[in-house]
């Protein structure tokens, strides 16, 4: 029974979606051909007359109500009622009142009154009056009511009809509050970029687009556009970051609590939505925040091939906050689950990256096979041998040992692999933190030669000495460094103060001298010391520059009277001493 309702009302809605709505010029009410009735409006009473005797089995009303649209011009039109009723006659009822009431609005009512002199020819005749001036809005709700005239109790009829909506074609393209304009796009996805068209928009106004992340609403990106009514050309690019599904178009018009279209180029697209996982070494924290807003349930799950096994306590329902799961191993084989009502993803955040936290080997030693644990971290692992009892199934002995690796080490457990068979496997998982992945090597062949070490296990010497050896060169070349460019100081201060004190400054004329010219003569000829330095023999005894003084202005006087005097004195005392 409830599905054959639903089936009704999914039927009516197509129907009443589907019809074409009449067009009129003007509106008004007329009834049957050749009688003519008299209209009036007024507001209705609910005070209604008891029937004459017999009067309820002579006299029967019916009705029916549609949508009809006037005019006055392309995209400017208004919706009216459309109510066809039919009476049969009796010499007491005068007419018929019409009446309509929506929700927050007085019950408006229409009087259709018939001659006097033809009532007695009427009687027992159908007549019918038909009205469409009642004037409604998109999508209103009406309660409409046939009744006599005079109101007798108990001869009416009602019926409650819904307007169209905004998704009616009629109405979309003809209604102002309802156009919203048709957007057209190409992408381009090499420049990331949306050429958006619009078309069929509301006449002689701007027109928004922008770009949002559709969710309970629209959320906007920053990506807006105002298109004038002037432009010829309705058509702009709209650059985008991300192709996620919930990513629209959305335009509407320049006017009050105008509707909006959004177009949503990139909906299929839920693929996108899963690259968002992040993990966080130092805390060991694996995360994700959906870009978009939707259901989704986020498991964490061990892949073994093909298929991907849930953990224990591991899944969590979100729809726009983030997902946290913390104190993760991250091993290549844990991975993250993502199901939504309609497709399941799995993404493995550690796989393909080249990095492996810890992992297990085995090595020849003394004729026997040896289990050896490498890792990069200081992980507490649990370690136990097993034996397969299916295809998935690995019955545990009981001597499982628990193993704490410090980091940068290789470390060999104390089990012994000689005396496992064909169906022996090894089982190992991290129990220091809170999501771990079970680790299960069958194939000892597989993991390191015969008689040789595994190429990923490291031996603790081999760790010592690369973090002895790299920091101690790297301190050595930082040495030799400071002390070249010390030397080159050390160089450049001596040459200053020998050439600047001498010979170098005996060309500058007493009343000319500086210590600009000074220093630009010390740079020019500082190259040839330093090199006739290098290039002469150790035996060889450098000549001694002479000593020549600065011969300064008699307005030395002068100097020594005012607050500098002290430096003078040392520059003079300076020079008579080199």
Partial sequence: MRSAVLWLLSLYSCLSHGYRIETIQRCGSHCNQGLHCKTKSDLSFPQCKKPPKGLQDSVSLDMSVSTVMKCERPQQCSLFLQVRSTLLMNEHVKGVSICTVAAGMMERCRTYTFPKAVRKHLSTQQVQVQDNCFEVAVGQNVHVTLKTSPDFCHLSVSKTYNVPGC??????????????????????????????????????????????????????????VLLKKEDPIKNVTLQYARPLPCLCIEGWS?????????????????????????????????????????????????????????LPNATQSVSKTKVLFSTVDPHPQLCMKFTTKTATWIKCPFAGSGFTAWDIGVAMENGKTQLVVTSKIRPTLLISVCHM???SACEEN???????????????????????????????????????????????????????????????????????????????????????????????????????????????????????????????????????????????????????????????DNFENNENKNILNWVKKDLTTV
């Fill in 167 to 224: 998704n009616h074609a009629d109405i979309q393209n003809n209604i102002p509050e309802c156009i919203v304009g048709k957007i057209t796009y190409q992408l381009d996805t090499e420049r990331r970029a949306l050429s958006v068209s619009v078309t069929n928009m509301l006449e002689n106004t701007d027109y928004n687009l922008r770009l949002c992340h559709k969710g309970y609403f629209c959320r906007g990106t920053g990506t807006y």
């Fill in 254 to 310: 320049s006017v009050f609590d105008a509707p909006r279209v959004q177009v949503c180029p990139f909906k299929n697209n839920m693929e996108e939505l899963w690259s968002g996982v992040a993990f966080d070494s130092v805390e060991q924290m694996l995360s994700w925040e959906p870009a978009c807003q939707t259901d989704v349930d986020v498991t964490l799950c061990q892949r073994n091939g093909e298929v991907c096994e849930n």
């Fill in 389 to 391: 009892t299916g295809p």
């Fill in 398 to 556: 009981k001597d499982a040992i628990t193993l704490n690796v410090e980091k940068y080490q290789s470390v060999v457990p104390n089990l012994t692999l000689s005396m496992c068979g064909q169906n022996c496997c090894i089982q190992v998982k991290r129990v220091d933190v809170k999501y771990a992945a079970t680790i299960r090597h069958c194939d000892f062949k597989s993991l390191a030669p015969t008689g040789e070490a595994p190429a990923f296990a490291p031996t603790s010497s081999h760790w010592e000495t690369v973090w002895i050896v790299a920091p101690a060169v790297g301190l050595l070349t930082a040495l030799l460094v400071a002390l070249f460019m010390v030397g080159i100081a050390l160089t450049t201060i001596i040459v200053y103060l020998r050439l600047c004190g001498g010979t170098l400054c005996s060309n500058v004329g007493a009343g000319q001298h500086n210590s600009a010219q000074c220093s630009a003569s010390v740079y020019s000829r500082s190259k040839s010391f330093i090199a006739g330095s290098v290039k002469s023999s150790p035996s060889s005894p450098q000549k001694a520059l002479p000593h020549i003084y600065y011969n300064y202005p008699t307005t030395e």
